[in-house]
């Protein structure tokens, strides 16, 4: 999990962990800033991940999590982690504009060998 933070904080805007339920695991503040929202002290936490997606993108990332986690190959350890994949989907800012983002998708399996996902967030200028 650390080292695909790592990876993904130096070559994104943000990074965030989701749970299996596609929540947000720890605060993500930098997320809310490139998404203009006001800060806050849980700065995301807690929030469902799909919420902040543009309408028409909630049902394809969510497909899009279920194919990977589907993925994770179930005899590796608990410590195995994933990195690799890249979706190129829209977030809608606080004032309800559509944000071109390039997610880079990682996973593990947490302690309780449960997949957890981690996504870089990088805004697409281009």
Known sequence: EASIHRVLSAM???VLHL?????????????????????TRASLQHTLFTDLLDGNEK???SNFLSLQANDLPQH??????????LFH??????TNTKVPVQIFYGSYLDISEQVCHV????????
């Not at 989907?89 to 606080?94: C, I, K, M, W």
């Open 12 to 14: 994104c805007d943000a």
């Open 19 to 39: 749970g299996p339920n596609g929540i947000i695991r720890y605060p993500a503040p930098k997320l809310e800033a490139l998404l203009l929202k006001s800060r």
């Open 59 to 61: 049902e394809r990332f």
């Open 76 to 85: 590796e350890p608990p410590d195995q982690e994933q990195i690799g994949c």
């Open 89 to 94: 989907s829209y977030l809608t800012d606080a």
């Open 119 to 126: 996504l870089g967030i990088r805004e697409d200028g281009g």
